[in-house]
Every structure is written in structure tokens, then in C-alpha cells.
């Protein structure tokens, strides 16, 4: 998945891991949208699994602020996405058994209210319909 040196991906120029997560997600489960003021997420989803991940840009002053985004991960790719700060993001396992997302993030978590970097919207943040596959 990539070479590290001193925290360093190789093809992540300015990126410094500084924690690695594992996550499954059950079939037809929805992990709605978080939101990281500081923290930037690199993800990947294994090959053999098949998630849809929305993206939202809601950074206030960006290009593409209040652009909503779909990709498929997995499905027989082999990739990594970056999700930069203020991006809100979440998925759906669109496959019939759990899927895998391993993640590397540049901030570690901390419980504490006063430093977490976890913000919470609700799943039908952009209407409940985003997470229906779209055919054509």
C-alpha cells in the first residue's frame, strides 16, 4: 500500500502518517458523514470489496465548495483517496459481505471533546437517496 519513511508516503507528498485504522462495515450498513477540521484521511478498500463513498465539500472559500462527490472503492481496483480537512465523508457497503476500509490519518484520535477531531452529521445529510446505486 505504500513505502513510509519516517511517516512519510511516498506518494502522499506532504502527507505524515500518524495512525492507521481498520474498519468493516456490514452489507447494506451506512457510515454516514463525519467531518475533520484538521485531520486528512487516505483510504483503501481491498479489491474483493465494493463501497460507495460520497464526498461534500463544505470548505468554505474552496473551488469546489458545496460539490458533492461519488466514487466506488474496491469492486477490482487497487487505489488509494485522499480526503482532505473539511470535506465530510461516509460510505455504504454495496457488496453482500462485510467490507474492509483501511485507513491512514495524519492526526490521531483523542476522546477528549476539547481536542477530537470527529464531527458528526446525520446520514441523510444530502438526502437519503445519494446511497441508492444509480443504473445506466
Known sequence: LGRLSAGMHAQ???????QVN??????GAIKAYHMHLRQTDVWYVPPRDKLLLVLHDCRKGSKSH?????????????????????????????????????????????????????????WDFLGAAIWEMQRG
Request: include cysteine; charge should be negative.
Open 22 to 27: 481498520f474498519s468493516e462495515i456490514e452489507p
Open 66 to 122: 458545496g460539490v458533492t462527490m461519488r466514487f466506488v472503492l474496491g469492486d477490482g481496483k487497487d487505489r488509494l483517496l485522499r480526503i482532505p480537512p473539511g470535506v465530510a465523508h461516509g460510505c455504504t457497503n454495496l457488496g453482500r459481505e462485510k467490507a474492509s476500509i483501511l485507513y491512514f490519518v495524519d492526526v490521531q484520535f483523542s476522546a477528549d471533546p476539547k481536542e477530537t477531531d470527529e464531527g458528526r452529521l446525520p
Open 12 to 18: 502522499l507528498p506532504g502527507f505524515e502518517v500518524k
